[in-house]
């Protein structure tokens, strides 16, 4: 037995490995930003490549994007490192999801790539960056991650970061007039993390959700140290 079959590790159907997804029934809302993404992923595999990259920046909707595609497929979800958990052998066959793609070890990566490439799988691969970026040591991954197909989801558009703060604020039973959904999407930045961080200074100021409170809230993220001198 090579040196490298001679550890034992556990198999798919062992492992218990996170996904993560929003809340179930939150819609995934379709926009320019993402419209390119959705039609790939909706047909794909689709015999182009066996081996396809989901790639945007934080909070551009990417990772719920694949996860529904996991879903649909019934793939199996890895996140990042966690893919050295898995033998790749166990693998073989079945549409994988490797969110987080980068941190994956380079040998953990290169068979995952290899096995899709093989026949009768397909890998997603989902990350910040396009992987003719990513940092890696093995020259034949190098040359595998620079065939592979790449499809870009861009920063949330107007249209979805209004349906993320609706969502955020929903998620906290506050509905707020829609002026100030528009006064929010007008001077936020494109980013999840950034609409949800709203929302939560707008919920722990105890009043009800106004353009005043909305400035209010967006001056002190700006500046935390003269929040109270509004």
Same mark, same amino acid.
């Given at each position: 037995m090579p040196?490298?079959r001679?550890?034992i590790?556990?198999?798919?159907q062992?492992?218990?490995?996170p996904l993560?997804r929003p809340l179930?029934?939150?819609?995934?809302v379709?926009?320019?930003?993402?419209a390119e #993404?959705?039609r790939? =992923?909706?047909?794909?595999? /689709?015999? &182009?490549?066996? $081996?396809?990259?989901?790639?945007g920046?934080?909070?551009?909707g990417?990772?719920r994007?694949?996860?529904d595609?996991?879903e649909?497929?019934?793939a199996?979800?890895?996140?990042?490192?966690?893919a050295a958990?898995?033998?790749?052998?166990?693998?073989?066959?079945?549409?994988?999801?490797?969110?987080r793609?980068?941190d994956a070890d380079?040998?953990?990566?290169?068979?995952?790539?290899n096995?899709?490439n093989?026949g009768?799988?397909?890998?997603?691969l989902?990350s910040?960056s396009?992987?003719r970026r990513?940092s890696? #040591?093995?020259p034949d =991954?190098?040359?595998r991650? /620079?065939? &592979?197909?790449t $499809?870009?989801?861009?920063a949330?558009?107007?249209?979805v970061?209004?349906?993320?703060?609706r969502?955020?604020?929903?998620?906290?039973s506050?509905?707020?007039?829609?002026d100030?959904?528009?006064?929010?999407?007008?001077r936020?930045?494109?980013s999840?993390?950034?609409?949800?961080?709203?929302?939560e200074?707008?919920?722990a100021l105890?009043r009800?959700v106004t353009r005043?409170l909305a400035?209010?809230?967006?001056?002190?993220?700006?500046?935390?140290t003269?929040?109270?001198?509004d």
């Amino acid at each position: 037995m090579p040196a490298q079959r001679a550890l034992i590790r556990p198999t798919a159907q062992q492992l218990r490995l996170p996904l993560e997804r929003p809340l179930v029934g939150e819609a995934f809302v379709t926009s320019d930003s993402n419209a390119e #993404a959705v039609r790939v =992923l909706a047909g794909w595999p /689709d015999g &182009v490549g066996s $081996v396809l990259a989901l790639h945007g920046p934080a909070g551009s909707g990417k990772s719920r994007l694949a996860a529904d595609w996991a879903e649909r497929l019934g793939a199996v979800p890895l996140n990042g490192a966690e893919a050295a958990l898995v033998d790749p052998l166990e693998l073989e066959g079945r549409p994988v999801l490797l969110d987080r793609a980068p941190d994956a070890d380079d040998e953990s990566l290169f068979h995952l790539i290899n096995l899709a490439n093989a026949g009768g799988g397909a890998l997603l691969l989902v990350s910040r960056s396009a992987p003719r970026r990513w940092s890696v #040591a093995l020259p034949d =991954l190098r040359s595998r991650l /620079d065939a &592979v197909r790449t $499809v870009e989801i861009a920063a949330p558009d107007d249209l979805v970061l209004s349906a993320i703060l609706r969502a955020r604020f929903a998620e906290r039973s506050i509905t707020p007039a829609e002026d100030v959904i528009d006064y929010l999407v007008r001077r936020l930045d494109r980013s999840a993390d950034t609409a949800a961080t709203v929302v939560e200074r707008l919920d722990a100021l105890h009043r009800p959700v106004t353009r005043i409170l909305a400035r209010q809230a967006l001056d002190q993220m700006a500046d935390p140290t003269g929040a109270d001198n509004d």
